[in-house]
């Protein structure tokens, strides 16, 4: 399919009660999309990695009950999964859009990876754009702005990140919904490329 933005039908998926009937809408509506952005940024991702990079659309096959209150598409360097490694994200909650660098808790070299965050504190404080973000929990839409962290905020966040076994790091750019529906889709597909080049200095860490 032609590689199209997100728009307002596609955020609404997330008013949808019901599992059963936000699950059509999610793959009636977005995972074309998301797989479709998944086949483009894999190509682009293993140039600028080195690595290969496999896109993995969200199932949310454990979900009995609730609906899923966000969606995405990622990509890693495992054609298998995903959720052990340092991967790359493109989603979407109800009220924006989000794009990341992220470790999650199933990663199991948290530490050695943490340990290689808090050695390059100094820099990343410069280097990450002042309007990203960051996320200690990816099932959360909280995020901590990384415009105003200094050394030592990135420090603790990176400690607990080795420490605690739930603990998570993602690091990356959210847009709101009125903004990604006001994009074409070249502005759409330059703002993740962007995204991503700005990204890759974390992920070439491990």
């Known amino acids: 399919m032609t590689l199209a933005r997100f728009t307002a039908d596609d955020f609404n998926v997330f008013k949808i009660e019901g599992l059963e009937p936000r699950m059509d809408a999610l793959k009636e509506r977005i995972q074309p999309k998301l797989h479709a952005l998944g086949e483009n940024f894999s190509q682009q991702l293993s140039v600028m990695t080195g690595d290969e990079m496999y896109p993995h659309v969200a199932r949310h096959a454990r979900r009995k009950v609730n609906p899923p209150n966000d969606t995405w598409v990622a990509f890693a360097a495992n054609s298998r999964g995903y959720k052990m490694m340092p991967h790359f994200q493109i989603g979407l909650w109800e009220t924006h859009m989000f794009i990341w660098y992220a470790v999650i808790y199933e990663a199991p070299n948290k530490p050695e990876i943490g340990k290689k965050l808090e050695q390059q504190a100094d820099q990343l404080v410069q280097s990450i754009p002042s309007d990203y973000v960051w996320s200690i929990d990816h099932t959360k839409p909280d995020v901590i702005p990384h415009d105003g962290l200094g050394v030592e905020d990135l420090n603790s966040m990176f400690h607990r990140f ?16 009125d903004d990604v ?26």
């Open 162 to 177: 080795q420490t605690v076994k739930k603990a998570e790091i993602l690091c990356g750019v959210r847009i709101s919904r």
């Open 181 to 206: 529906i006001q994009m074409n889709n070249d502005d759409f597909m330059k703002t993740i490329q962007d995204a991503f080049e700005h990204l890759l200095p974390l992920y070439k860490l491990n």
